[in-house]
Structures are given as C-alpha cells and as structure tokens.
C-alpha cells in the first residue's frame, strides 16, 4: 500500500463518519458543518484522482455558496429540530435497507468499470491538462445530455418559484403585462403653471 492508497482511505472514512453525522446529528447547525467536512474530504479524493477541476469547483460552489445560503436560513429560521425528529429512530431498519440495496446497486453497475483497466493518458493530454480535457469532452461529445440538464435545472427552477408564490392580501403584487403595457404619459404628468414669486414679508421695527 503506497501513500496515496493509504490517504485515500483515510478521507474515505471522514467522509463516510461526516456523512453519517449530517443525519444523526441533533444540532441543525453542526449538520451543516458535518456537510462542509464531508465536501471537503470528498474534494481531496478528488484531488487524489487527478481531477483538480471539480475538487475546486466543489469547495467554491457548494462549501463557498451553498453551505454558507444554509447556515444562514438554518440559524434564521430557528427550526425546532425535537419535532422533526420525532421518529427519527424508528424509520432506521428501513432507511438502511434502503441503503443498502442502493449500494448494491451501485456496485453492481460500477464494478464493471472498476475491473478495466484505464488507459494511460496521452503525451498531448497531459500537455493540455485536466480542465480544458473536461470542457472538450462537455462541449464535444456530451453538447446535448450538457443542454437536456441545462433545460431540466430551468424548468425546475420555473416550477419552483410557480409553487412558492402565493398571492396575499397582505403583500403588494404588480402584473407584469400590465407594467410592459404602460407609456410615458401613464406614469408622469407635466403640468404647466405661472411662475410667480411672493415678495418675502419685511417685519417692522419694535412689532
């Protein structure tokens, strides 16, 4: 077992201890960071890899942006957690049934790959590296899966904000055809009056 074997193993269990942490922790705010180890020890794998590129864009995205939009709404809100995990307990057999089979699952499709061994990279690939590498492959051979996801995200963007607005009587709302509809002459009024000025009132002495 060389070095990079052995570190392998080492995140692989950080991250499996931080996974497992994220759901049984009581603390809402202690999941989020359990989370943030878990992306962090999932980044090094990577790194461990060779595939820079999305070891980066994990911690930048989620760990930079996502984690820090759920601290916020985590401590915000102010959620009771003892409701919510109500039960927790009795839904674990399932759960891990569930998970197991996954895993199995899993395992089956990728032990196939697993077996193969992989191609040694070319002169040209490692003078063109591993992030230009992904971006020609992206663009190239996986344009349209690229476009289909894209699409997907839009639409379930577009669902999402359709679910979450609700109208209110206590909350302002405007039409927006009727704002695209509305001119110049709608909004301001010229008016055009005598420009006449009040001599300022001189006060006498002793009054």
Not at 77 to 85: G, H, K, P, S
Not at 102 to 120: H, K, N, Q, T, Y
Not at 123 to 149: R, S
Request: charged share 15%.
């Amino acid at each position: 077992m060389n070095s990079i074997t052995a570190l392998f193993y080492v995140f692989a269990a950080v991250l499996l201890f931080a996974a497992l942490r994220v759901i049984t922790a009581r603390s809402t705010v202690h999941a989020a960071l359990y989370l943030v180890l878990a992306f962090f020890s999932a980044s090094c794998i990577w790194m461990l890899l060779r595939a820079e590129f999305l070891a980066i864009a994990l911690v930048l995205v989620y760990v930079g942006a996502v984690m820090v939009l759920f601290l916020f709404v985590v401590m915000m809100l102010d959620i009771n957690t003892d409701e919510l995990r109500a039960g927790f307990w009795k839904h674990v057999p399932l759960a891990g049934f569930v998970g197991a089979v996954i895993a199995l699952e899993m395992a089956l499709v990728l032990m196939r790959g697993f077996r193969l061994e992989a191609p040694l990279p070319s002169a040209k690939a490692l003078e063109i590296g591993n992030t230009k590498l992904l971006g020609i492959e992206i663009y190239t051979h996986y344009l349209y899966p690229l476009q289909l996801a894209a699409v997907l995200l839009l639409v379930a963007i577009i669902a999402a904000i359709a679910l979450t607005l609700r109208g209110r009587k206590d909350s302002k709302q405007m039409d927006p055809s009727q704002q695209v509809k509305v001119k110049a002459a709608d909004r301001v009024r010229l008016i055009k009056m005598p420009a006449v000025v009040e001599a300022p009132s001189v006060k006498k002495e002793g009054a």
